[in-house]
């Protein structure tokens, strides 16, 4: 066999795809590799027609042409047209073939399949992509929810540090803002005179106040930006993030704001006094009550669906004791129940809190000690009585001792102490004492309440007067009680000590400066 056909089978066998190119750029031959690549039956569908009909060069054509004619040769990789416009990229080889009088003829190009190669690398690039935005999403909620360990800082202050966190989660993160508005603050990631292009919301669902999480671009120069549905999914869990946030930092002031108004009541009318405990006892765990519902309904109304297509494959199911489908209608209506009965609650502190009104008189004036204790022994009659058979009050008997300051602010405080030791009893058969004792060499007035209650334990005793500690919190106690009474004794010039033993009982006494002292007659 010559040469020449050693040649031509070679190139008609070879695996790769080869064809040969004239310098007019029509296709002058094609192997059968290069038939099957491209998808034709026969070479007669492409030889003679222009090369652009089966391959382009893109931005390279130029490059190719020099290549040829200073160096003989190119390596590259074009994209390839196959039969019905399919495109597919390949690696080429191309060759500049002469003539027996050493001048150009055509050239030979080698062509190699490399889609799979191509598309596992388009592949990795979108997982790690997409890796690197769920990083920066976790990184995000991460940042937001940790937000909620900082006690100290103010709403605004919190709300600044989440505006700035959100855009590096965003795809591009140097012209992304973002913007909280929540009532009447309005905080921005950017300054606000910045043009913004684009921008998505999400409503924040507060309890009393209008709010929405914005997120957008600021930048005219970039070409329009899209926001991923992995990007809408972030800032949804965002905002349902920050309207908790939120509510806890509400809840929060709220507590602080009825605080100080309970400090700064002074007039308390009928059953004011009362009705102001009544009103940091319970007001603030139904408070509680009501957000706690409004989540679990929110709760049980995103897992329904889920409830309901386990229900359609595998049939009834038990929840909570009940069927499942009679628990479908019921917890709702449950749900509904506690909210109302929350309602009930918050209208009845309301109308409480009209019987009492602040004064801004001075109220620091002389008042019996002994009329205060008689006083806040009426208001709480009913609970002393209900409580034990045995309640032994002695006071000064022959000489009156007065002191300066705010009677039914005291009042309050004796009101709170014989309460609390009467909720200590277990039984009816414990005792209460209720003493004065006069102390004239150190100008003071003691008002001793002892009960043999429960007792409070050594460890807890320290703790006491804290604001929102309390250790009858699983019956619903607040704990404002003995620290807004420590403050108000502490205002008046005087103390509290507490000694307390489990299972034997409960000793408090109110020490406060004696002003005189007014025989009896």
């Known amino acids: 066999m010559k040469k020449e056909g050693i040649a031509e089978a070679a190139i008609s066998s070879s695996i790769s ?53 200073d160096k003989g040769g190119w390596i590259g990789e074009i994209t390839a047209i196959g039969k019905g416009g399919r495109e597919f990229p390949v690696q080429v080889s191309a060759t500049m073939l002469t003539d027996e009088e050493k001048k150009t003829a055509y050239i030979m190009i080698s062509f190699i399949d490399i889609s799979e190669r191509v598309n596992a690398e388009i592949g990795q690039q979108k997982l790690f992509k997409e890796l690197q ?39 591009w ?45 600021t930048r005219k120069d970039e070409s329009e930006k899209v926001f991923l549905s992995e990007e809408k999914a972030l800032l949804k869990a965002a905002s349902q993030e920050i309207t908790r946030l939120i509510e806890y930092k509400n809840i929060e002031n709220e507590l602080r704001i009825n605080r100080e108004r309970l400090l700064t009541a002074d007039k308390m009318a009928s059953i004011g006094v009362l009705s102001a405990e009544i009103m ?7 408070n509680f009550i009501a957000i706690n519902a409004r989540v679990l309904s929110k709760a049980w109304d995103s897992i329904l669906p889920v409830l ?46 009209e019987c009492i009104k602040k004064n801004t008189n001075d109220k620091s004036v002389e008042f019996s000690i002994n009329d205060a204790v008689k006083k806040a022994m009426e208001f709480t009659n009913v609970i002393l009585m209900s409580s034990t058979e045995k309640l032994h009050v002695t006071l000064e008997p022959t000489k009156n001792a007065f002191v300066k300051g705010d009677q039914q602010q005291i009042q309050q405080v004796m ?47 320290p703790k006491i007067m804290d604001l929102l500690y309390s250790t009858k919190k699983k019956n619903g106690n607040s704990g404002l009680g003995l620290s807004i009474s420590n403050d108000i004794v502490i205002k008046h010039n005087g103390k509290l000590i507490f000694d307390s033993e489990p299972g034997i009982g409960t000793t408090v006494e109110l020490i406060l400066p004696l002003i005189k002292v007014k025989e009896e007659l």
């Open 308 to 353: 309901d297509n386990f229900y359609q494959e595998n049939g009834n199911f038990s929840v909570a004791g009940l069927s499942f489908s009679d628990a479908r209608s019921e917890i709702p209506r449950l749900l509904n129940g506690i909210l109302e009965g929350s309602q009930r609650i918050k209208n009845i502190s309301s109308q409480l809190r």
């Open 173 to 217: 993160p140097d012209a992304a803002y973002a913007r909280i508005v929540a009532g009447d603050l309005d905080v921005w990631s950017k300054p606000q005179s910045d043009v913004r292009i684009q921008s998505i919301r999400f409503p924040l669902k507060l309890k009393t106040e209008k709010g929405f999480l914005e997120v957008g671009y």
């Open 17 to 69: 795809a080869i064809a040969f190119v004239g310098l007019d750029n029509t296709v002058l031959y094609v192997n059968l590799a290069f038939l099957g690549i491209w998808g034709y039956d026969s070479s007669d569908d492409i030889l003679g027609r222009n090369m652009s009909c089966f391959w382009r060069f893109k931005n390279e054509k130029d490059k190719f042409e020099r290549k040829l004619r």
């Open 280 to 286: 940091h006892e319970i007001g603030n765990p139904n």
């Open 415 to 461: 009101i709170n102490l014989i309460t609390n030791a009467a909720q200590a009893l277990t039984s009816r058969k414990q005792k209460i004492n209720i003493n004065s004792i006069l102390d004239t060499d150190n100008s003071r007035i003691k008002i001793i309440i002892k009960d043999e209650g429960c007792g409070i334990n050594k460890k807890d005793l």
């Open 133 to 171: 935005e769920r990083v920066k999403e976790l990184t995000c909620l991460c940042n937001i929810l940790s937000l909620q360990h900082s006690p100290n800082l103010t709403l605004e202050e919190i709300l600044k540090d989440i505006v700035c966190t959100i855009p590096p989660s965003m795809q």
